[in-house]
């Protein structure tokens, strides 16, 4: 089972307010994801990264930001919620390997209300 | 570019009954192919997985079987429960990020 670690689990803030997700995983992975999940169901990559100091942008555009300071630890940031950002946010973490075979496992996800 | 196309939700099956999710792929290369399973309220949970051709994955009942020749990689369990419901996800491994299906809602009833 993975051991990756996301706080908080649910949020409900106002316009305007400075939040941090946080996620940890004590895998030792070098690969790090952050996706954001719609009512629908879909997923949205928004960030990735390989290592510490590296971090890409994901295939949906994202206000966030994020950091990978620490090998285990991969904050996501929005700097002014706006309730266009409620949504689920979802961090994952692989190995690296062969390319197209990495496994990724998920955490159990922060609910994000932006009233 | 690589896809994913998995069958529309949702699905509601009585209990015992057999379960097929269907979950096809475009893909260059022979990249891993995977399902996962989301209960409400949590994150995605890998639930098998299969890395090359012909290969079986299976776990707690549910099996798949990576198709190279149909480019399919189907779910199927004999007999579903009513913890079975959830939210089922295939996906693709990439160069650099998973490729994943829209999602299938899963409901059983007693």
């Known amino acids: 089972e993975a051991d990756i670690y996301q706080t908080p689990r649910y949020l409900v803030i106002g316009t305007g307010k400075k939040i941090t ?3 940890s995983q004590t895998m030792g992975h070098d690969k790090m994801y952050w996706y954001q999940q719609d009512p629908g169901m879909e997923l949205h990559l928004i960030h990735y990264s390989y290592g510490v100091n590296s971090t890409e942008k994901g295939d949906l555009s994202s206000e966030s930001t994020v950091s990978r300071i620490r090998t285990e630890h991969f904050p996501l940031t929005l700097e002014s919620a ?3 950002h409620t949504s689920q946010y979802l961090c994952a973490s692989s190995e690296v390997g062969l390319a197209g075979r990495e496994t990724q496992y998920f955490g ?3 609910r994000l209300l932006v009233l | 570019g690589n896809s994913v196309t998995q069958m529309e939700g949702p ?26 399973v989301q209960y409400p309220g ?11 051709a012909d290969d079986k994955g299976s776990n707690k009942g549910f099996e798949a ?3 190279k020749e149909t480019t399919s990689f189907h779910l199927e369990k004999g007999s579903v429960q009513v913890s079975d419901s ?6 693709l491994g990439g160069n650099e990020k ?10 059983i009833i007693p």
């Open chain 1, 21 to 23: 997700l946080e996620c």
């Open chain 1, 82 to 84: 706006r309730p266009s």
């Open chain 2, 98 to 107: 998973l490729t994943f299906g829209t999602g299938t809602r899963l409901t």
């Open chain 1, 108 to 110: 159990p996800g922060t």
């Open chain 2, 86 to 91: 959830a939210v089922y996800f295939c996906a």
């Open chain 2, 42 to 52: 949590e994150g995605l949970q890998l639930l098998l997985k299969a890395t090359k």
């Open chain 2, 65 to 67: 079987t990576y198709r």
């Open chain 2, 11 to 36: 699905v509601t099956l009585s209990e015992e009954a057999f379960l097929t999710i269907n979950c096809t792929y475009t893909a260059t290369g022979y990249p891993s192919l995977f399902w996962y």
